[in-house]
């Protein structure tokens, strides 16, 4: 009851000055970034150290890695589950613990199979459920400004691709890889547990608020406030019985699985092409300002036009920087690749983060988000398989990527046809 009054009285302070919304924003950021000890980015830098020590080949880390992946998809829609039944505050204060002490037993990993479990944990914790609580408590606390929003969170994963990497490099550098561990497992706890334990509000309702900080008039009748204050969305099983789910999580499967293969291969098709990995390094530099730069303006987008408008346009553009990629062979066409991977990236965080919301409701978000994020997970640890198979078959990467572009190029027309479907409850 006493920290129900502390947040009661922090809410009130904040609002006299802003939406309150703001403060939820920037702690669902903070979760985006505070994620990076269970993302890609940050996992890449260990592989040498981890490799070296334990004897273990970069092939059975990566295939670690990639059942863990699996692991993580799989185990997701408990976690939506449990956020609706528990709400997002409760169970982000048990992800952030849980994750901490993950990074903890990771630097104790001894061989292969501890190493998989401290992957598994890693992924379905960091990259999985507290990348999922963020987004929910996000889309709790806006409606008609979810999107731009949401380009604002995902701001916090960019920040996390551009500190964690050389931060876990110079942690490894400075007390090697275990201890690194150890404190990337401490820094979590420090980043996350008092904001979300003594500012997080599920939803704006607990509070008397609305969506956006909307305010209803003065003279609003009783019908008028309980209809205002009504939240509606379908059910995991409703909406697994509509188009629109399976067509969304189509669309989401092949960002997904496309923009993880040119993460994964990236380094190696500028080498095939003829290029100095030192250009590789730089070309993420360059992706990574670029989605910075433009998350806001798709978030813009998706809150003035149709989103299946704004998604079939981002599927485009991983269709263009597939096919790009392939014809980089010097500096300027790397950078030009670049500013499209960038503005790729920018689509892609922010779909995953608006589009079930927005099409389903907020009422069992989390439940209906666990099971898309799930596929679209799913299509990641897939990702790097037909590259990969590609170029051990022609020789070369450009062949099977151009083949690979047909993929967005045809969801792209297909997501035209997503309609959202009608929610009980909801005006028409």
Known sequence: MALEHIRERLVQRVQSRLFYGWVILAIGALGMFASGPGQSHTFSVFVGPISKELGITATEIASAYGGATLFAAVCLPLMGRLIDRHGARHMMTIIAILLGCACFAFGLSTGIVWLSIGYASLRFFGQ?????????????????????????MGLGFTLSMAIHPPLAQWLIDSFGWRQAWFILGGTTWALLLVPIIFFVINKP??????????????????????????????????ALHTPTFYILSAGMFSLSMLVTSLHFFQVSIFADQGLEPQIASKVFSISA???????????????????????SGGLIVMACSLVTVTFVNDLPSAIIYAMFFGLNNAVTMTFFSYMFA???????IGSVQGA???????????????????????GEFAPMLLDL?????????????LRAPKIPGEET
């Not at 572009?405 to 046809?417: E, G, K, R, S, Y």
């Open 128 to 152: 999985g459920s507290l990348m999922m609580g963020s987004v929910n408590i996000v889309s709790q606390w806006f409606a008609k400004r979810r999107g731009f929003a949401m380009s604002l």
């Open 205 to 238: 309702e607990d509070v008397g608020l609305r969506p956006d900080g909307e305010i209803l008039a003065a003279d609003a009748s009783a019908a008028d406030v309980s209809s205002a204050n009504r939240i509606t969305g379908l059910t995991l099983n409703q």
């Open 289 to 311: 300002f670029t989605m910075a730069v433009c998350i806001p303006l798709v978030g813009r987008l998706l809150d003035r036009f149709p989103a299946n408008w704004i998604f």
């Open 358 to 364: 927005h099409y389903f409701g907020r009422k069992h």
């Open 372 to 394: 898309g994020q799930m596929v679209a997970v799913v299509g990641a640890s897939l990702g790097p398989v037909l590259p990969g198979y590609g170029f051990d078959y022609f």
């Open 405 to 417: 572009a047909i993929l967005p190029a045809t969801m792209a027309f297909v997501v035209l046809f």
